[in-house]
């Protein structure tokens, strides 16, 4: 065997793309990725790019680009603190490579998302689980390094955060000096009203990084995320996006600002907002026809998830395995939680499957559940 670092020995699979991979079989009906409905992509009629994008660009990403998501923000910063990444997933290697150590604390939210927690794992890092409610207890003591957060329509949960929530968060961050990492890539998925301001505008001192995404408003196929972070982070960031891949492909740049500086923008958001809305209702329609006495489940405002609770003590792993069989595939709770363990939670994702298939695969999911 080759000599391979201490940290290698720690790599595991991704099971988001373990199921991306299921998710591709003929027939196969997925509630398992956050894969946003391809109606939803951005089809502009664009011109020829120009061809100096075809050159190497600056690491930071397209100063137009980064001026136009410096202007939509509402934060504290500026063209100058934004930099541009090969989708959000790229801001949370860069966040973990920057602060996280072997034993390294962070501080993340009982479920939190997989992708982040798998990263965050291979870095070394121990996890404290964040209540909501009295958010910093305990940190006076022996404050996290970091706290990661999607106070918007959380994933997995599809919770939205209060006002006094985002508040305490935000103070309990600045009180105690901890790294306030905030992913925000489903603000713009809205369906009732909720309170959006980004728990990093609450901060008047201290560290903080906040990310977002174009994968669910433009398409994922671009690979391209955002990020912007307080004066005394910002620079370290760029530096280790540099090691990383220099600069975020230019004509995927491009094509984003054309979407954001498209006139019809603010009234295209509003029609995808109109058809996840529709398809989410459609998705907890049939959820309480086949698994209202066997689960129970929040109606989420935003985002793409709904977060079940199993009735009873059901093995979820045999489960999936039972309903993959039958050509429906989910995502078990047990990968979103940080402490480890057995789960009978499950997310479904409602923004994919169209409503005929989506009624068919919870009926698959109900009749195991009956045995």
């Not at 970091?146 to 329509?153: G, H, L, S």
Request: with cysteine.
């Amino acid at each position: 065997m080759a000599r391979l670092s201490m940290r290698s020995a720690d790599i595991k699979p991704s099971p988001v793309r373990d199921m991306l991979n299921v998710a591709q079989r003929p027939g196969m009906i997925s509630f398992a990725g956050g894969l946003p409905s391809p109606e939803t992509f951005a089809g502009l009629d664009l011109p020829p790019p120009p061809r100096d994008l075809l050159q190497y660009g600056p690491t930071e990403g397209e100063p137009a680009l980064r001026a136009r998501i410096a202007e939509d923000l509402g934060l504290d910063t500026d063209p100058d603190r934004i930099l541009v990444l090969s989708g959000s997933q790229q801001g949370i290697d860069l966040a973990a490579k920057l602060v996280i150590d072997a034993g390294t604390t962070v501080a993340v939210e009982s479920p939190a998302y997989l992708a982040a927690l798998q990263v965050f794992r291979f870095y070394g890092a121990r996890f404290q689980i964040i209540d909501r409610s009295t958010p910093g207890a305990g940190w006076a003591d022996a404050p996290p390094s970091m706290a990661y957060v999607i106070p918007t329509f959380q994933n997995p949960s599809g919770h939205c955060w209060s006002a006094a929530e985002r508040q305490a968060m935000a103070k309990a961050c600045q009180a105690n000096d901890v790294i306030l990492f905030e992913d925000d890539p489903y603000r713009d998925l809205v369906y009732e009203p909720c309170d959006r301001t980004p728990v990093c505008a609450g901060l008047t001192r201290g560290s903080w990084i906040y990310q977002g995404s174009f994968s669910k408003t433009v398409a994922p196929g671009l690979r391209l995320g955002y990020l912007t972070a307080s004066p005394d982070l910002f620079p370290l960031l760029v530096q280790l996006k540099q090691a990383a891949d220099l600069h975020t492909n230019r004509l995927s740049q491009w094509m984003v600002l054309q979407y954001l500086n498209d006139p019809g923008r603010a009234e295209r958001l509003d029609q995808v907002s109109a058809l996840y809305r529709k398809k989410r209702d459609a998705f907890a329609d049939a959820l309480t026809r086949h698994l209202g006495n066997k689960a129970s489940w929040s109606l989420p405002p935003g985002g793409l998830f709904f977060w079940l609770t199993l009735a009873g003590d059901v093995d979820v792993e045999a489960l999936l395995k039972r309903c993959v069989e039958r050509g429906v595939l989910f995502t078990p709770g047990s990968h979103f939680l940080a402490e480890g363990g057995a789960s009978s939670t499950i997310r479904l994702n409602f923004s994919l499957a169209e409503p005929e298939a989506a009624e068919r695969g919870l009926a698959v999911i109900a009749e195991l559940l009956d045995g």
